[in-house]
């Protein structure tokens, strides 16, 4: 990730919370099956053209998705993964990752790869200075390939409408306001009315599932904290504060990401401006006729 969506801190906070191998998508967890076989053939037939004993850099590699399912297919490349975040994931075998690498200054010498990817990553950089760089470290007829979120697509969609439905909670409601207040005062039973009130009226808005009624529900199995002594309670109650907060500024980051793409169309302008050619792209939906949720946007540098 860049500097230019959330803070260093805030991503290296994130994933220190995801350091597993377990094969999911990263920002993208909770996805479901489908998505996650879509994408990761989507590159396992891309890097069918790669040279062999290429060298392939993976731009916010996060936990490096994009290089497993290159590397499952094409275990002759030498994949190195770059992220602004200081922890990540464990690297995937026979790879390297390297953390606290913005995508717009990369520490490598030019012409040193023979392809660059990113899933989700470049357009929460600045993608003129983050091209500018990619077009530097490809090699003569080097090949690029970047999935870009669409702003008006349905992840994009489902992202706002759980922001929508955090903020009538947490701000409007103010459900873990009043409950820590509450507690705090040792009214028990105001704290357990109070959760069933936001929760249903939770369902009824924003429907079972919502970010909304997964945070009361969060609180409510905090219940049985209030008979303990310490502020147990309390305490429970501002680790789920923190962890909605920062999933309301990972979904900003990401609707502001999405907002610079404008379309799949601009940005095949964009990498033809910096001097890309055979530019293409691929929309990709996840379920046929439901509208396309990203972009694969492929393309050369010339010889």
């Known amino acids: 990730?860049?500097?230019?969506?959330?803070?260093?801190?805030?991503?290296?906070?994130?994933?220190?919370?995801?350091?597993?191998?377990?094969g999911q998508l990263g920002c993208?967890?909770?996805?479901?099956?489908?998505?996650?076989?879509?994408?990761?053939q989507f590159w396992k037939d891309w890097a069918k053209a790669l040279p062999r004993g290429g060298r392939l850099l993976d731009l916010a590699t996060g936990n490096g998705f994009v290089i497993k399912q290159i590397l499952s297919v094409r275990r002759d490349l030498k994949a190195t993964g770059v992220d602004y975040s200081d922890r990540l994931p464990p690297a995937p075998r026979n790879a390297k990752l390297r953390c606290g690498i913005a995508m717009e200054n990369l520490p490598f010498p030019s012409a040193r790869f023979d392809a660059v990817t990113s899933q989700f990553g470049l357009e929460y950089g600045l993608m003129d200075e983050a091209l500018a760089e990619v077009a530097r470290v490809l090699r003569p007829g080097g090949r690029l390939a970047t999935i870009v979120h669409l702003p008006d697509g349905p992840l994009v969609k489902h992202n706002a409408e759980r922001a929508k439905s955090l903020a009538w909670t947490m701000d409007e409601e103010r459900l873990l306001e009043r409950a820590t207040a509450a507690a705090a005062i040792g009214e028990i039973g105001t704290v357990a009315r109070l959760i069933e009130t936001v929760g249903n009226a939770a369902l009824r808005q924003f429907g079972d599932g919502s970010a909304a009624a997964e945070l009361c529900q969060a609180v409510a199995r905090c219940l049985p904290l209030l008979n303990q002594p310490n502020s147990a309670f309390s305490r429970a109650v501002l680790v789920i504060e923190r962890q909605a907060k920062f999933e309301s500024n990972r979904i900003a980051?990401?609707?502001?990401?999405?907002?610079?793409?404008?379309?799949?169309e601009a940005m095949e302008e964009l990498f033809s401006m910096h001097n890309f050619e055979r530019v293409e792209r691929v929309l990709i939906e996840a379920v046929p006729g439901h509208g396309a949720y990203a972009a694969m946007?492929?393309?050369k540098r010339p010889m």
């Open 1 to 22: 990730m860049s500097s230019n969506s959330l803070s260093r801190a805030a991503w290296t906070e994130f994933w220190s919370t995801q350091i597993s191998d377990d």
């Open 28 to 40: 993208l967890q909770g996805s479901s099956d489908n998505l996650t076989k879509q994408l990761g």
């Open 253 to 264: 980051a990401l609707l502001g990401a999405a907002n610079k793409v404008v379309s799949a």
């Open 297 to 299: 946007i492929s393309a």
